[in-house]
T-cell receptor
Framework: NAGVTQTPKFQVLKTGQSMTLQCAQD?????MSWYRQDPGMGLRLIHY???????DQGEVPNGYNVSRSTTEDFPLRLLSAAPSQTSVYFC???????????FGPGTRLTVL | GENVEQHPSTLSVQEGDSAVIKCTYS??????FPWYKQELGKGPQLIID?????GEKKDQRIAVTLNKTAKHFSLHITETQPEDSAVYFC???????????FGTGTRLQVTL
C-alpha cells in the first residue's frame, strides 16, 4: 500500500491563480480530511468527508473547495489564491469515525 | 468549538531522561485524544491514542494519561533517545476522527 499520497510536493502561485492539490489513498478509507499547518498554530481542519459524495466544512474553510467523487480521491481546490493561503497542506484518511488518521507527506504552497 | 492548549512549546531533555507534554481541552464532549509525532519535512504520524473511557494507556516507552474531570491529558516518554527528537502534537475530537482539533505542538530535543 502506498498509503496517503499528495501531489505536488511544492507549489508557487501568484495571487489570483487557481490550483488543485491532489490527495489519494489506497486503504479504502471512508473518512478523509484536509488540514493546513502554519508556524505556531498547529494543524487546522479545512474540510472533511465521511464518504463519497459527502463533504463538510472544518475550522478554516474560506477560500477552499472540495469534492469527493470516489472513495480514493479528495482534491482541494483554491479558486483564487491569496498570500494568506501560504502554508503546508496535509491530507489525512481514517477507516472509521473513531479510527486513527493517517497523514500524507504534505504540499508546501507559497502564494506571492 | 473545541480549543486545545499544549505546553511546553519546547522541551529539551538529556538522553535517558523522561519527557512530559501536557494538553488541556475545552469541550467536555471530547472523547478521543490522539498524539502525533512529526519529523522534519514529513506528515504527522500517530504514536498513541486514548479514548474517554480509559484513564491510561501504555505502549513500550510511551504512555498517555487522561483526566476527564480536569479536562487534561498528557504524553509521557521514558528513557528518551535521540530519535525521539521531533515535534509532538496532541489533538481532541468529539467522536469524529476526521475532525480533530490540534494543539500548537511541542518541539522535543533529546541531547546526548
Amino acid at each position: 500500500n502506498a498509503g496517503v499520497t499528495q501531489t505536488p510536493k511544492f507549489q508557487v502561485l501568484k495571487t489570483g491563480q487557481s490550483m488543485t492539490l491532489q490527495c489519494a489513498q489506497d486503504m479504502n478509507h471512508e473518512y478523509m480530511s484536509w488540514y493546513r499547518q502554519d508556524p505556531g498554530m498547529g494543524l487546522r481542519l479545512i474540510h472533511y468527508s465521511v464518504g463519497a459524495g459527502i463533504t463538510d466544512q472544518g475550522e478554516v474553510p474560506n477560500g477552499y473547495n472540495v469534492s469527493r467523487s470516489t472513495t480514493e480521491d479528495f482534491p482541494l481546490r483554491l479558486l483564487s489564491a491569496a498570500p494568506s493561503q501560504t502554508s503546508v497542506y496535509f491530507c489525512a484518511s481514517s477507516y472509521s469515525d473513531i479510527g486513527a488518521q493517517y497523514f500524507g507527506p504534505g504540499t508546501r504552497l507559497t502564494v506571492l | 468549538g473545541e480549543n486545545v492548549e499544549q505546553h511546553p512549546s519546547t522541551l529539551s531533555v538529556q538522553e535517558g531522561d523522561s519527557a512530559v507534554i501536557k494538553c488541556t481541552y475545552s469541550d467536555s464532549a471530547s472523547n478521543y485524544f490522539p498524539w502525533y509525532k512529526q519529523e522534519l519535512g514529513k506528515g504527522p504520524q500517530l504514536i498513541i491514542d486514548i479514548r474517554s473511557n480509559v484513564g491510561e494507556k501504555k505502549d513500550q516507552r510511551i504512555a498517555v494519561t487522561l483526566n476527564k474531570t480536569a479536562k487534561h491529558f498528557s504524553l509521557h516518554i521514558t528513557e528518551t533517545q535521540p530519535e525521539d527528537s521531533a515535534v509532538y502534537f496532541c489533538a481532541a475530537s468529539t467522536g469524529t476522527a476526521s475532525k480533530l482539533t490540534f494543539g500548537t505542538g511541542t518541539r522535543l530535543q533529546v541531547t546526548l
